[in-house]
């Protein structure tokens, strides 16, 4: 399986690489070996601030459904 990596070398710097699982790899640029950046998985939540919309008004509804039924 192969997976995007950063990779920075000492002449050229940063850049990124889809490859196998491997701590080392050659700069793209210049051919030099580059070592493996530790880096924050780049990922996106949908809705705002991570919150779904949607599932909360269901919780919502269900919830005040229930609350009804207790009252009575």
Known sequence: ???LFDFECT???????I???TTTT???TCGKESKKLISAPNIMLEGV???FPDAHA??????HALNEKQEY
């Open 58 to 63: 269901k919780w919502a509804k269900k919830h």
């Open 11 to 17: 002449d050229c710097g940063v850049f990124d690489k």
């Open 49 to 51: 601030s991570g919150d």
């Open 1 to 3: 399986m192969k997976i």
């Open 19 to 21: 490859i196998e699982y």
């Open 26 to 28: 050659d700069c793209p």
